[in-house]
């Protein structure tokens, strides 16, 4: 299974990224949206874990050319939020994300649990 | 849910590096925003603020450094609602949060070598007081 980390926080980049290859998961991980739409373009993960705060361009914008391209009907987005992002989740949903996660409180097997869910569909 | 106790061991070097890095971050933008020079990037100034504070919240949560990242949810509210327009008194609002950063980097000095933060509940209220105006 792989998964395109977009993520621009090294310590979550790190912290994930070390749990998911743990568990024999294989991790991209991109380190903001433009990045993350160059490695897109290259392959194509299972599952995209998408942090939605970063610079050039935000979870948002990733999520609006997702659209654009047609992606986002052939790779499911998990949102990677946190506290007080309840809207945001809301908006992420309407472009097209599949879910969320709070990367905040760490339930390793939940994130895990969510990933494979959506790999499988 | 926090940590496990072997995963903060394991996290707290690089949790230390990336925190001081936001933190210098901040303290930065906040003088620069204090200061009135570079006009022509506040809003830039703004919005880098208010990712820091994003990001140096989720991380100290995810740690258990719940005060932290209380001070920050403040920050990242209050130039969330402003990242797009002028900061409502900004003398005052700018030197509340320029506190908030200091006390902030003293709690990161705490957690480096007692493995605590410190309280924050003083820094927190004043906070709340003067950033919800």
């Given at each position: 299974?792989?998964?395109l980390l977009?993520?621009?926080d090294?310590?979550?980049?790190?912290?994930?990224?070390?749990?998911?290859?743990?568990?024999?998961?294989e991790?991209?991980?991109?380190?903001?949206?433009?990045?993350?739409?160059?490695?897109?373009s290259?392959?194509?993960?299972?599952?995209?874990?998408?942090?939605?705060?970063?610079?050039?361009?935000?979870?948002?914008?990733?999520?609006?050319?997702m659209?654009?391209?047609?992606?986002?009907e052939?790779?499911?987005?998990l949102?990677?939020?946190?506290l007080?992002?309840?809207?945001?989740?809301?908006?992420?949903t309407?472009?097209g994300?599949?879910?969320?996660?709070?990367?905040?409180?760490?339930?390793?097997?939940?994130?895990?649990?969510?990933?494979?869910?959506?790999s499988?569909? | 849910m926090?940590?496990?106790?072997?995963?903060?061991?394991?996290?707290?070097?690089?949790?230390?590096?990336?925190?001081?890095?936001y933190?210098?971050?901040?303290?930065?933008?906040?003088?620069?925003?204090?200061?009135g020079e570079?006009?022509?990037?506040?809003?830039?100034?703004?919005?880098?603020?208010?990712?820091?504070?994003?990001?140096?919240?989720?991380?100290?949560?995810?740690?258990g450094y719940?005060?932290?990242?209380?001070?920050?949810?403040?920050?990242?509210?209050?130039?969330e609602?402003?990242?797009?327009k002028?900061?409502?008194?900004?003398?005052?609002?700018?030197?509340?949060?320029?506190a908030?950063?200091?006390?902030?980097?003293?709690?990161?000095?705490?957690?480096?070598?007692?493995?605590?933060?410190?309280?924050?509940?003083?820094?927190?209220?004043?906070?709340?007081?003067?950033?919800?105006?």
């Open positions: 299974m792989r998964v977009i993520e621009d090294k310590f979550f980049q790190d912290f994930y990224a070390f749990k998911l290859r743990e568990k024999n998961v991790v991209e991980v991109a380190s903001n949206g433009e990045e993350g739409l160059q490695k897109l290259e392959k194509l993960p299972d599952v995209i874990l998408l942090d939605l705060i970063m610079p050039k361009k935000d979870g948002f914008e990733v999520l609006q050319a659209t654009a391209n047609g992606l986002i052939k790779v499911p987005v949102v990677f939020s946190t007080g992002q309840e809207k945001d989740v809301t908006k992420a309407q472009l994300a599949k879910g969320y996660v709070n990367k905040s409180f760490f339930d390793f097997d939940r994130l895990l649990e969510k990933i494979v869910e959506l499988q569909k | 926090v940590m496990k106790q072997e995963d903060i061991a394991r996290y707290k070097k690089l949790y230390l590096q990336t925190a001081r890095e933190m210098t971050k901040l303290d930065e933008n906040v003088s620069l925003l204090l200061s570079a006009q022509d990037m506040q809003q830039d100034l703004r919005e880098e603020i208010h990712r820091g504070a994003h990001s140096l919240k989720s991380q100290s949560i995810l740690m719940t005060s932290i990242g209380e001070v920050c949810a403040i920050i990242e509210r209050f130039f609602k402003n990242k797009e002028e900061l409502p008194s900004p003398q005052e609002t700018l030197k509340a949060v320029d908030g950063v200091k006390k902030m980097i003293t709690s990161l000095n705490e957690i480096e070598q007692h493995d605590q933060e410190i309280d924050l509940a003083t820094e927190i209220t004043q906070l709340q007081k003067i950033l919800t105006l």
